[in-house]
């Protein structure tokens, strides 16, 4: 147990459906993190949120849609994707730094979710 | 761009063996972390180095950091199989964000122990 719960862990869902995944960390960060993980690429980052304020975005379809209602939940919204968005669907946490020299904190990562689309 | 690369892709060894895994970065860093996955779960910390340390120990876990070479290791000794999993660096990529963690991770080494 890392403190970072995801559900669904499986969904499978048709191209028209909508669907939205879960995470929440009970760490008292304030920086959460949405990944994306494909067969034999490595870790993308999709989103990131530092104090429930989105401050990255790296050129992720419309189709993803994140929200962070508070410091302690993330969501992510999918609608209409495609059969190349099947993937494990990683979240994580960690406390944000301010000091350029101590560089990033660890993060904290949940079990994950394997979304099959069809 | 793709900041840590791993190597080698995948290693095979017998439980006992130490197992030796490679990090290359290309720009500066401010330190330099190792995760590992279990197949098909998420990521779990294991060690981070700062650009000012040289070497780190973990329990049955070396990892130094030669920051001249842009170049990490990850040294498991005596490896058991649960040790079996793919094994990632990751490095803060571009620039200072502010207040929050921009790491980028490899695609890693897949590592089986053989009983």
């Known amino acids: 147990e890392t403190g970072v719960t995801q559900t669904p862990r499986h969904l499978v869902m048709g191209m ?11 760490l008292g ?4 993190y949405w990944y994306k993980q494909s067969a034999k690429k490595p870790l993308e980052l999709m989103f990131v949120y530092s104090l429930e304020e989105r401050v990255e975005n790296n050129s992720v379809p419309s189709r993803f849609s994140p929200e962070c209602p508070n410091s302690s939940h993330l969501f992510l919204h999918l609608h209409t994707l495609q059969p190349e ?9 960690s406390q944000g730094w301010k000091d350029r020299e101590l560089g990033p904190h660890e993060q904290y990562f949940g079990p994950g979710t394997r979304l099959t689309v069809t | 761009s793709q900041q840590g690369e791993e190597d080698p892709q995948a290693l095979s060894i017998q439980e006992g063996e130490n ?34 340390e040289r070497e780190k120990h973990s329990g049955r876990l070396r990892v130094t950091l030669d920051t001249s070479k842009k170049s990490s290791s990850l040294l498991i000794t005596a490896s058991r199989a649960a040790d079996t999993a793919s094994y990632f660096c990751a490095t803060a990529g ?6 929050y963690n921009k790491l980028i991770f490899g695609a890693g080494t897949r590592l089986a122990v053989h009983p």
């Open chain 1, 16 to 26: 028209t459906n909508k669907k939205s995944l879960k995470c929440e960390q009970h």
């Open chain 1, 29 to 32: 960060h304030n920086a959460m």
């Open chain 1, 85 to 93: 968005d099947s993937a494990l669907y990683l979240c994580a946490s």
């Open chain 2, 19 to 52: 197992a030796t895994m490679n990090c290359s970065y290309k720009t500066s860093i401010n330190n330099l972390q190792w995760y590992r996955q279990n197949s098909g779960r998420g990521l779990v910390h294991l060690i981070l180095i700062r650009s000012n």
């Open chain 2, 94 to 99: 571009g620039m200072f964000s502010g207040g």
